[in-house]
Each structure stands twice: as structure tokens, then as C-alpha cells.
């Protein structure tokens, strides 16, 4: 399993990065992305905590790499945020998308795409044309594991086909309940109205980004 989209205590998360890690680890992950919450008044403290966890957690079986889901945050604050969260290590950069069970702020989506995020974490309602931008500049759209954020996996789903853009499963755990093995994964995303050579498709898309993503 490879999961891009988890929390911990840094965040609104209920365990220690260790905690997480081990826990993932024992049901099957190989791949792991803590993304704890940020935006301009933590950001700094977040991903350098994460980062010096991730360059000190050593295990033959599974990676954890550090990362960030910028939340809430007004979009023209969203270009600034992420170049900020990288120059401090986060490989992973994560936007708090459109969900329709919090109030997050129109015009969240198209902002992070425009900024360069790597995924759009429950993007909701997204709109075809939003949809097709990310296409464009390589932006996954999650389908969620994580409840209410799901409701709209239908409609994602639905138009990262229609439009081109790379689906990628997360869990967006906060708690050790929401992890997934792979075989979770894929019931929900067969939910979602996903065949299964999309399925296949998703993880494989998931398992490059990974790699990518220990290169760099």
C-alpha cells in the first residue's frame, strides 16, 4: 500500500509520526507521506519537524517521506506556501481541496493547481475545467479514503477520467482506524464507479510517484 495524505500529532492527527509509521507498516505499506495541516503561521515548525523525523526513521520495509497538505489557506497565499514548504524538504505537497463538508474558500482547487501542488486531496465538486488544468500539469486528484471527504469520489473519479487527470488513492488518516491495506483501497474505489484496469492503473500512477519521489 502507498499511502500520500496522513496525519499525526504535528497536525490534528492522534499519533506520533513513529506510531504511524509501525502501524502502516504491520498491515502492509511500503510507502508513507505525512502531510501534517499548514499554512502561514506553522508551516515552518511542521515540515522541518517532519522532516528531521523522516531523515532519522530508518526501516528496511517501508519509506515515510515528509510532506505538508496546506488547509485553508486563501488562494492567493497558495503559490508562496508551496514553494515555502518545499525549500524546507517537503517532497510531498498536498492541497486541502474543495470537499463539500467544510467550508473551504472558492477557487481553493484552481489556486493550488496553478501553484504547482502534486495533489488536490478531495476536491469535491471539481469542475471539468479545473479537472482538465490539472491534467495538464500533472496534479493528481485523490479519490479519499477518509469519510464525508468520499462523498464526492463518484464525481472525481468521473472526471479525472473525462478530463485525463492521474486519480491517486490516499487515506488521509488522522487516526489508526483510517488506515487501508490495499485490498480496502480498491472496495472503495470500485465504489467510486472505478473499473478495475483504472484501479490498476492508479496504483501503478501511485507506485511511480513514489519512486519519483525518493529520487528527489
Same mark, same amino acid.
Given at each position: 500500500?502507498?499511502?500520500?495524505?496522513?496525519?499525526?500529532?504535528?497536525?490534528?492527527?492522534?499519533?506520533?509520526?513513529?506510531?504511524?509509521?509501525?502501524?502502516?507498516?504491520?498491515?502492509?505499506?511500503?510507502?508513507?507521506?505525512?502531510?501534517?495541516?499548514?499554512?502561514? /503561521?506553522?508551516?515552518?515548525?511542521?515540515?522541518?519537524?517532519?522532516?528531521?523525523?523522516?531523515?532519522?526513521?530508518?526501516? /528496511?520495509?517501508?519509506?515515510?517521506?515528509?510532506?505538508?497538505?496546506?488547509?485553508?489557506?486563501?488562494?492567493?497565499?497558495?503559490?508562496?506556501?508551496?514553494?515555502?514548504?518545499?525549500?524546507?524538504?517537503?517532497?510531498?505537497?498536498?492541497?486541502?481541496?474543495?470537499?463539500?463538508?467544510?467550508?473551504?474558500?472558492?477557487?481553493?482547487?484552481?489556486?493550488?493547481?496553478?501553484?504547482?501542488?502534486?495533489?488536490?486531496?478531495?476536491?469535491?465538486?471539481?469542475?471539468?475545467?479545473?479537472?482538465?488544468?490539472?491534467?495538464?500539469?500533472?496534479?493528481?486528484?485523490?479519490?479519499?479514503?477518509?469519510?464525508?471527504?468520499?462523498?464526492?469520489?463518484?464525481?472525481?473519479?468521473?472526471?479525472?477520467?473525462?478530463?485525463?487527470?492521474?486519480?491517486?488513492?490516499?487515506?488521509?488518516?488522522?487516526?489508526? /482506524?483510517?488506515?487501508?491495506?490495499?485490498?480496502?483501497?480498491? /472496495?472503495?474505489?470500485?465504489?467510486?464507479?472505478?473499473?478495475?484496469?483504472?484501479?490498476?492503473?492508479?496504483?501503478?500512477?501511485?507506485?511511480?510517484?513514489?519512486?519519483?519521489?525518493?529520487?528527489?
Amino acid at each position: 500500500m502507498i499511502d500520500l495524505h496522513t496525519h499525526t500529532l504535528f497536525s490534528d492527527g492522534e499519533l506520533l509520526p513513529s506510531e504511524l509509521a509501525r502501524r502502516a507498516q504491520v498491515i502492509g505499506y511500503r510507502f508513507l507521506a505525512i502531510t501534517d495541516h499548514v499554512d502561514m /503561521s506553522n508551516f515552518e515548525n511542521v515540515v522541518t519537524g517532519i522532516v528531521r523525523f523522516c531523515s532519522e526513521y530508518k526501516n /528496511s520495509s517501508i519509506k515515510v517521506v515528509p510532506g505538508a497538505e496546506i488547509t485553508h489557506v486563501p488562494p492567493d497565499q497558495y503559490k508562496k506556501l508551496v514553494g515555502r514548504c518545499r525549500e524546507l524538504g517537503a517532497k510531498v505537497v498536498v492541497a486541502h481541496g474543495e470537499t463539500i463538508v467544510e467550508p473551504v474558500q472558492p477557487g481553493t482547487n484552481r489556486a493550488a493547481i496553478e501553484a504547482g501542488v502534486d495533489i488536490i486531496a478531495h476536491p469535491g465538486l471539481i469542475s471539468g475545467g479545473d479537472a482538465s488544468l490539472a491534467a495538464e500539469k500533472g496534479v493528481a486528484l485523490e479519490i479519499s479514503g477518509r469519510g464525508g471527504h468520499s462523498f464526492t469520489n463518484g464525481h472525481v473519479a468521473a472526471l479525472a477520467r473525462k478530463h485525463g487527470a492521474k486519480p491517486v488513492f490516499c487515506t488521509d488518516a488522522h487516526k489508526p /482506524s483510517d488506515l487501508m491495506d490495499r485490498a480496502t483501497a480498491e /472496495s472503495v474505489s470500485r465504489g467510486a464507479g472505478m473499473e478495475e484496469n483504472e484501479i490498476n492503473s492508479m496504483f501503478g500512477y501511485a507506485e511511480s510517484l513514489a519512486a519519483r519521489l525518493l529520487k528527489n
